[in-house]
């Protein structure tokens, strides 16, 4: 039974529990998988289902050694439990939304440890500032596997900081069994996120502060959370080393490779500088005061926390900067520290009552600064709802959203002004929960709908004979000079709900004195040759492609089995069914 002081705590994991899961699986079997990035986690795991081999992964029959296979584990046991067995949207989604609603929850019970009204706010509101980052309700609601590699090192930290400062030795297994899952979500990236901050906090300690005690017998916990660690990842990794084909090269290119200069989201050293602060709007306005607040204000208990809190997020703004390849997931582990820095800081600064420190934090940097931010997000919400696509919203809804949650942000500004932080959590929920409606229902469904592929897959699982030989073109494939080809529209796949094979170029790659232009014209012209000789084989064959391979195809060349082309994102120049014309005196 929970003790009369951990009632509280557990009322209030459960609200924030519902609340995050709204925001987060709202509208989730209305969803589109619009990424590429999205397909693959569930092809990968529809592939899982269909041939039973749940150790090494594989998309479009082939091995897939880019990434381990937990998120897709996680994906295809959803399918078989509640599917039958057919990996749905649904499904695709659950892990991501369920893991963003426990690290939400974990976030407030790490600030809100002890059960004081204080901490508890602390907890809320950082729970409140984590849920509504763009950044992370972007991720909370897709289908990739960031969330659960965030939710893995969220964990670690967490659990080092327990061992280290409170002397929990079960915090030090949580750290080892955290990294071996974040190692099953995404590789050994787990270990950069985690460990250079963690050494950079162990071995910086300011002048005057004590180092913490270490816990007798440190060695023997380390040396089962190594077991534990191993065992986790180790348990798959033998099997798939020795099935997979995995070697030294092919973790070099998908491990080390895709962070250098040679893939397709390479940026240069600001990209984070610029977009980090947009991820955590509008919580990122305030960060600069927390920080400027705990300088002024120290506390010896919460001193060494801070810090860590800190190296988490600046050691790994940092790092990522400097390697050359850049992307928002990389980023979507630092959000968690952030939500921290800011509970912590914003709910210190409006508990002050009294000195000099108090009346410029709060009244001048905390509580007005602050109450005008929470006027001008209900200023931006109604300015969404003007220019939201109505769809298939009536407009006195989208209105009825905006409305309310303007004035759910309103009183939260008139609460913190007042020094009510209670109320400010329960207004600015009710707030980001209306923006959620007004999202989902009107600029979320115009995106599902121009990003779809499932209307031109319905049309071709209609069309194509299940027997049938069915080709892709370039429509979800990228050819590399070598005339490799690699699957860039997974979720094509998905929602055809077979594989496809791919026309192979790798007999006729370019010259190597091309640049990459005259190289893509040259694999174009090799391409149209290859699904030239193709169609004339008859009308057994089937091949996706876009419109300009159409048009650079010999007139009456080919059948339409129905009319192109078909537009969605990725593939604004059009998507096409081909079809090989039946020869002369034959029935098609």
Not at 306 to 312: E, I, K, P
Not at 441 to 449: H, I, K, L, P, S
Not at 484 to 494: C, E, K, S, Y
Request: hydrophobic share 50%; proline share 6%.
């Amino acid at each position: 039974m929970p003790t009369e002081s951990a009632r509280p705590r557990l009322r209030d994991a459960a609200l924030i529990a519902l609340l995050s899961g709204f925001l987060f699986l709202y509208g989730m079997n209305g969803r589109t998988l619009r990424e590429s990035s999205e397909g693959r986690v569930a092809r990968v795991a529809q592939e899982m289902l269909d041939t039973g081999d749940w150790v090494v992964p594989h998309l479009n029959g082939q091995a897939r050694l880019q990434k381990p296979p937990l998120s897709s584990w996680l994906v295809a046991l959803s399918a078989r439990l509640s599917s039958q067995g057919q990996v749905t949207t649904r499904d695709a989604l659950l892990p991501e939304g369920l893991a963003a609603v426990l690290l939400v929850v974990l976030v407030y019970v790490w600030l809100s440890r002890g059960g004081e009204e204080g901490a508890r706010g602390s907890g809320m509101l950082a729970a409140l500032a984590l849920a509504t980052m763009p950044g992370f309700l972007a991720q909370a609601r897709s289908a990739e596997m960031d969330m659960l590699l965030t939710l893995a090192t969220a964990l670690a930290f967490l659990g080092y900081e327990r061992y280290r400062l409170d002397g929990r030795r079960a915090g030090l297994l949580v750290f080892y069994a955290a990294l071996g899952v974040g190692f099953l979500v995404k590789g050994p990236v787990v270990l950069v996120i985690v460990l250079l901050p963690l050494l950079a906090w162990r071995n910086w300690t300011p002048r005057g502060e004590a180092q913490p005690a270490a816990a007798p017998g440190r060695w023997k916990l380390h040396l089962l959370g190594l077991v534990i660690l191993l065992v986790l990842v180790l348990s798959w990794g033998i099997p798939y080393l020795l099935r997979s084909g995995f070697t030294w090269g092919t973790f070099h290119q998908e491990f080390l490779n895709r962070f250098g200069e040679e893939v397709g989201h390479n940026e240069p050293w600001h990209y984070y500088l610029g977009r980090v602060p947009v991820w955590l709007l509008p919580w990122t306005v305030l960060l600069p005061f927390v920080a400027w607040w705990q300088w002024k204000s120290p506390a010896p208990d919460a001193s060494q926390r801070r810090r860590l809190w800190w190296l988490w997020l600046g050691v790994n703004f940092l790092v990522w900067s400097v390697v050359t390849s850049k992307q928002r997931h990389y980023a979507l582990p630092w959000l968690t520290p952030a939500a921290l820095l800011i509970g912590d800081g914003l709910t210190g600064m409006a508990r002050e009552a009294s000195g000099e420190l108090s009346a410029r934090a709060c009244a001048v940097w905390g509580r007005r600064f602050a109450a005008v931010l929470g006027v001008l997000m209900a200023a931006g919400l109604l300015a969404a709802a003007a220019i939201a696509p109505r769809g298939a919203t009536p407009g006195a809804l989208v209105w009825a959203f905006a409305a309310v949650g303007a004035l759910g942000f309103v009183a939260g500004a008139l609460a913190l002004a007042l020094g009510q932080g209670r109320g400010l959590f329960e207004s600015w929920w009710a707030g980001a929960l209306c923006a959620m409606l007004l999202y989902v229902n009107t600029f979320e469904f115009a995106a599902d709908q121009d990003a779809s592929p499932v209307a031109f897959c319905g049309q071709v699982r209609d069309v194509v004979p299940p027997g049938a030989r069915l080709y892709d073109a370039n429509l979800a494939t990228r050819y590399s000079r070598r005339g490799t080809p690699d699957f860039r529209r997974a979720n094509i796949l998905f929602y055809l709900g077979r594989n496809v094979a791919m026309v192979d170029l790798s007999a006729t790659p370019a010259p190597d004195d091309l640049t990459d232009k005259e190289a893509e014209a040259w694999m174009l012209q090799r391409l149209t040759q290859a699904v030239d000789r193709l169609l004339q084989e008859g009308p057994s064959v089937y091949v996706l492609a876009p419109t300009p391979l159409c048009e650079r195809l010999p007139a009456g060349s080919y059948d339409e089995p129905f009319p192109g082309p078909t537009t969605f994102v990725g593939h604004r120049w059009g998507a096409h069914l081909l079809q090989g014309k039946a020869k002369s005196g034959t029935e098609p």
